[in-house]
């Protein structure tokens, strides 16, 4: 058997334990994975990795005059996000927020709250999510003391997961796009193998989402109850008795200094065009019917290009964000000049390690084969009652290996929707309707590619969640595993059972059954091990 497809994700996980540098792990990982691919020869070795980061870097798209193609929307966007911080911090909005929403808030738990609502409202993207949120809930935790660990996993909980399940946010028209692409069609027609509406069928497979629910339903039980366990308990407890947040004390952001000019409208205002230049950006190259195009609202929403969108949203921040602070004077005009060095320079700790991971990826999926080398070893050994439980277990080993929800996706749909099909061989081209397994399956398929790239070292989501909370990415991701990984056995057990659970029932209610148990199975888990490390240890006050 040829394990050489997962030793560079193991030598990425190895290193960062022994040595907690994050951009040695992954380059030795982008140095080994290319290695292999190139059958152990050095000088192609570097060329392999030189050619990667060019392609993640959209060399090409900028030499053809495409400059908004590939990765670089998320790359300005995140610049932009860094020109927004400091314009926030030094103009004083961010100061006036906190000044004003602390006397509303009046206990940790009051704060925690508002994150997971806000990270509700913000569903339209992950990305998006990931990357305002800690910009947005990090002077309010800081105050009340309130781990950056803990304020990074509430973030990186509701990102993704949330946004799946939301028929109007960017993950619509992708899954869309990989069910038509996989022989769902609406009409028979040549390539149809299941008949049904690819829209309609993402619809029907949100309550299969196991992995969505069960992690939403254990961040609001974390912070009701008020749990601390693991390493986010240590995190918790310097939080609370030492005033440690945990973060990145050295960094860029730590040293921004803040006047105390601009007001709370200012801030709402500055935010404000934040959201609507991002969903004007969406409808506009999703073609809405609104901004005189052909798509009504639902399906702009379903087929707009996130990237382009991405980057028509990062210069309209860049530039107006700035300049309506400086016509506030709030601002003064000799630091506009500054402010895109600066933003760089924030965050070029992301920017580095989303340029290598994906550099990374890329070459683990199209080199490697890492996706169907995974898929191979699991999913041939697999009856159909348990296919669901392996389409799960196989999703998550390959998004927590690639870092990549949707690469996962984009590999795994061709090869399951064929697969299902298959159990149904008597009928034809069978309709949705008539293959039952086919929602618990596609639905744990979705469960894995958010389960895994949520604990990946190297998923984007994380990355980005770290780097706006200001919290180191590796302690964000071993602090955050330990609260995730119960919710991942959770989600397995779940689509174990559901093959015999509530039989006679609709499929709907059958899902929402799955859940449940799982989820008495998951706050279980959760009070026990919180039981038994507060018992070891004195209580600390929670005001």
Known sequence: MNVFPILPPLIVLITAILTRRVLLSLSLGLFSSAFIACNFQLVPTFEKILMALLNTL????????NVTGGNTGLFAFIIAMGVVIIVLVRSGATL???KKIQSRLKTRKDVEKTSLVLSTIFFIDDYFSSLSMGTLMQPLTDTFKISRAKLAFLIDSMACPVAILCPFSSWVGV???FLSNSGIHQNLEEGTIIQGSPFYTFLELLPFIFYSFLIMGAAWYI??????????????HKAITKGQLGGNINSARSSLSSSSQATIHDFFIIWGFLILSLVFSLLYYGDWSGLGGANNLLKALQYTDVNKALFMCSC?????????????????KKQLYTLPQEGVTLMKGALMILLIAWSMGDILREDLGIGQYIATQILNHVSYETLPLAVFITATMIAFA?????GTAALLFPMIIPTIAAQ???????????LTLFFPTIGALLSGCVAGDHISPISDTTIMTATSTDMPHLDHVRTQFGYAFPVIIGT??????????MLEAPLYLRAFGSIAVSYVFVVTYIELRNFLETSKKPQVSKA
């Open 58 to 65: 959209n060399y090409q798209g900028f030499v053809s005059g």
């Open 96 to 98: 006036a927020f906190t």
């Open 175 to 177: 899954i869309v796009g």
């Open 223 to 236: 912070v009701i109850r008020d749990i601390k366990f693991g390493k986010m308990a240590a995190f918790e």
């Open 316 to 332: 309209a921040i860049a530039f107006a964000c700035p300049l309506y602070l400086l016509h506030q004077k709030h601002l003064q």
């Open 402 to 406: 690639t870092g990549s929800s949707w």
């Open 424 to 434: 149904y061989q008597g009928l034809g081209t069978p309709s949705i309707e008539d």
């Open 492 to 501: 397995g057990f779940g689509f174990l059972l559901f093959p015999y659970i």
